[in-house]
């Protein structure tokens, strides 16, 4: 597998990232309210914490950020379709795990019947918490924890 970095977005990503929710199945699952347009991804950088996902250099993705509490972050993402079962996400969730204070907690929800990024937080330790029951939809968290030396 290719090395996977995980950035800030800016503005020159703008392209890139509209090309990705160009594509109608990455968009449906994403659940993104975002025209694939470099001025509407613009919009977005500045709306929410926004990253890039890169391998060999290339934006093959995004993950999304909104701050739900003082600790708790709600995290979105999605994956140009070629990249799908490759690990990529998996790795990129890793990094930014890695990357975020101790004490905080991630939430995701994920549609039922998306497998792919239901493994992708089992992978990364989150915890299926509840579904919602009738909309087709599952809740997952992960806190991280305090590094005790």
Same mark, same amino acid.
Request: aromatic share 6%; glycine share 6%; hydrophobic share 45%.
């Given at each position: ?70 600790? =708790? ?31 905080? =907690? ?44």
């Amino acid at each position: 597998m290719p090395e996977v970095q995980i950035n800030m977005a800016v503005p020159s990503d703008s392209p890139a990232i509209a090309a990705i929710l160009a594509d109608p199945l990455v968009q449906r699952r994403a659940h993104l309210m975002v025209v694939p347009d470099p001025t509407a991804v613009a919009m977005l950088m500045q709306s929410t914490h926004l990253l890039t996902i890169r391998c060999d250099k290339q934006i093959v993705g995004i993950m999304t950020l909104e701050q739900v509490t003082a600790t =708790c972050w709600e995290l979105g993402y999605l994956l140009c379709r070629t990249d799908w079962g490759k690990g990529i996400m998996t790795a990129a969730v890793g990094l930014l795990c890695d990357r975020l204070q101790p004490g905080n =907690c991630l939430r995701a929800t994920v549609d039922d019947d998306n497998i792919g990024s239901q493994r992708v937080l089992i992978k990364n330790d989150f915890a299926k918490e509840t579904d919602d029951g009738e909309q087709g939809k599952w809740f997952f968290q992960k806190g991280l924890a305090l590094i005790k030396y």
